[in-house]
């Protein structure tokens, strides 16, 4: 079943398994040609206008970073009619400014992930597209997400490079140290294929990256706690349906 009237689609991350405030929610299970989406996609009112909601990782996050499915996730709610998405991704911070509780808006990535299913062109008699991807996120949506920070009183980074990386185990400090070089910021282990699939569908992507821990060798700690990731993720993650409500009036 499609339906055009999604305003926005959301996928939540780690720490974020549902949408709250969304308002009287429907629960779709969407038959993918690319298997099953990690869960059903949740559409509901939120802001006055209507809001899909779907865990990347399963609404009790089972699904680690490399096995989600990607394609699905995407296809579905291309299907149910969303044009607009936002991806909200756990990270860690490599710059300075980028430590624990930021939020940014990132503007170019580096792919490190393998082994993942990275395109709508890889099934027989598909069409074969090869998307610029020069800017991989959508630059008006970026720029919505900048104000609608701005407009709930939170600070949000503009730009920076998110390093994707496999997962699920966090990053040595040789690697962080090598993603530095390379120019990255920030690092996650879900930001791609996503991205790349957004574009291949044609839809507008933008990603609202949560950051988590300063990345291996970045802050002062020898070793990074799981415990204070999701401490720290849960006070970003509860800035961000502010950010959506603002997004959802401009
Ligand atoms: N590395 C990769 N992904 C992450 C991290 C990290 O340090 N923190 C949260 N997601």
């Known amino acids: 079943m499609s339906n055009p009237q999604i305003d926005l689609a959301v996928i939540g991350g780690s720490g974020l398994y549902d949408f709250p405030g969304l308002q009287n929610a429907s629960r779709h299970a969407v038959d993918t040609p690319y298997g099953p989406a990690s869960g059903k996609v949740v559409v509901g009112d939120f802001a006055g206008r209507r809001v899909a909601f779907l865990a990347r990782h399963g609404e009790s996050h089972s699904l680690p970073p490399h096995r989600v499915n990607y394609r699905a996730n995407l296809w579905a709610l291309h299907h149910l009619g969303a044009r607009k998405v936002v991806g909200v991704n756990a990270v860690g911070g490599i710059r300075a400014d980028m430590g624990p509780r930021a939020i940014v808006v990132p503007d170019q990535v580096i792919d490190y992930t393998h082994g993942r299913a990275t395109s709508f062109c890889d099934v027989d008699g598909a069409e074969v597209r090869h998307i610029d991807f020069s800017?991989?996120?959508t630059g008006s949506l970026r720029q919505e997400l900048l104000a609608a920070a701005r407009h709930a009183g939170v600070a949000a980074?503009?730009?920076?490079c998110y390093g994707a990386t496999q997962g699920p185990r966090l990053e040595t400090r040789a690697e962080i140290a090598r993603m530095r070089r390379d120019g990255c910021d920030l690092v996650?282990?879900?930001g791609m294929p996503e991205?790349?699939?957004a574009r291949e569908l044609d839809l507008a992507y933008a990603c609202l990256a949560l950051v988590a821990n300063f990345a291996a060798g970045c802050g002062d700690e020898a070793e990074i706690s799981i415990e204070e990731i999701?401490?720290?993720?849960a006070a970003a993650t509860a800035r961000v349906p502010p950010i959506v409500a603002g997004l959802l009036k401009s």
């Open 135 to 137: 800017e991989p996120y």
């Open 157 to 160: 980074i503009d730009g920076g």
């Open 188 to 190: 996650g282990m879900t």
């Open 195 to 197: 991205a790349a699939l």
């Open 230 to 233: 999701f401490a720290h993720l």
